[in-house]
């Protein structure tokens, strides 16, 4: 439709040409004039509501275009949400013992099933950026080592130290992790931890590798 507008402009600005040109060489009475200025004022008319609907279309061509970016994105972003949901919380339900892994055995949620409570091992079923958090409550007084471990390594430690009563230790560290990356918490140092809502690991992603 704006390229139909635009072929017609042409064709108005001559007649409103036309018609100037002729009302300034006749020399007529003045109710004769008064047609021709009446028809030149209306091509004037014509012709800037023309201009304006180009503009107005124009204008919402640009907005159709960005529209249509965002609902893409939209849908991008919908699909990587939907594929790459993980999550979990669980909780020690009986008290554990030093240097294993701590299966933290009653499980709130593990949304993508990538926690197993036998084991207390995380594997990341995706690359990318987890957030990996976790608390320990000793359930002694004294020195109480806890570190998270990634593939065997430790990446992160935890220590209560020696006091009169029991104290709990919490941490959280965002960490890249490649598919197929494992994540526990293990007491190396110290004597057993509390059951219940003392003892806690969670993880989940915080977005995945592009």
């Known amino acids: 439709m704006t390229r139909n507008l635009l072929s017609i402009l042409p064709v108005l600005a001559l007649c409103l040409w036309l018609c100037t040109a002729a009302s300034s060489r006749l020399v007529k009475r003045s109710d004769d004039l008064d047609p021709l200025e009446a028809v030149v004022s209306q091509l004037s008319q014509t012709v800037a509501g023309l201009q304006a609907e180009i503009a107005a279309l124009k204008s919402s061509k640009a ?42 055995h009653a499980v709130d949620f593990n949304v993508g099933n990538a926690y197993d409570p036998l084991s207390g091992i995380f594997t990341a079923p995706h690359s990318g950026v987890y957030l990996l958090s976790t608390q320990i409550f000793p359930q002694f007084a004294g020195d109480v080592l806890v570190d998270l471990y990634k593939n065997g390594g430790i990446i992160i430690r935890m220590r209560v130290f020696d006091s009169t009563s029991p104290t709990s230790e919490s941490t959280s560290i965002t960490d890249h992790a490649n598919a197929g990356d494992k994540y526990w918490v293990q007491v190396n140092v110290g004597g057993h931890i509390y059951a219940g809502a003392h003892s806690f690991f969670s993880v989940t992603i915080v977005f995945p590798d592009s």
């Open 63 to 104: 907005d159709n275009a960005v529209l249509l970016a965002l609902q893409t994105q939209v849908r991008s972003l919908q699909t990587i949400t939907a594929e790459h949901k993980v999550a979990f919380l669980a909780r020690v339900d009986v008290d554990v013992a030093a240097n294993a892994p701590i299966p933290f």
